[in-house]
């Protein structure tokens, strides 16, 4: 299930989020042409209810990150399915300020939101791409992930 709605938030990030607002299709339409691709609808169906939830956690968070020094202690499921090299990882994004700690818990409740039993290195990344997509003033972190994306160098330190 993971891959599939992974695999889903990715193609829909690649084929549409660039398009402009008028160019978008609607919910409908986009449900239509990933079936036709050959993504299965209760898997789309979940993409979306994914994706629904991302933004309203997103308008319910207004707040600021408190203080740089803090540490996260991940719970023993948390860890469990964020392995070292994801927690590792989230710490990276943290410590070169690409995620604040907002942020860092958003793409924590997201990641576990998929509901599978481990959450790898590379989706991971996608779900902190999308999490930054949305913010306001986030724009550099989202360009600096983008590429971390794309260009597929870091290596995390644990």
Not at 49 to 69: V, Y
Not at 89 to 118: K, Y
Request: some cysteine.
């Amino acid at each position: 299930m993971n891959e599939n709605v992974v695999d889903i938030l990715i193609y829909l990030f690649e084929n549409f989020m660039d398009a402009e607002l008028s160019d978008q299709p609607d919910q409908t339409e986009l449900q239509e042409e990933l079936a036709q691709v050959g993504f299965p609808l209760p898997m789309i169906k979940k993409a979306f209810r994914w994706l629904d939830e991302l933004a309203w956690r997103q308008s319910a968070c207004q707040q600021t990150a408190h203080t740089r020094q803090a540490i996260r202690i991940y719970t023993a499921q948390e860890s469990i399915r964020l392995d070292t090299e994801c927690r590792g990882m989230l710490l990276f994004l943290e410590q070169h300020e690409i995620l604040d700690q907002i942020g860092r818990e958003l793409v924590i409740d997201r990641a576990l939101a998929l509901e599978t039993a481990h959450i790898s290195v590379e989706e991971l990344r996608w779900i902190v791409l999308l999490v930054l997509m949305n913010q306001p003033g986030r724009e550099s972190a989202f360009a600096h992930m983008e590429e971390l994306i794309y260009n597929d160098t870091p290596r995390y330190l644990h």
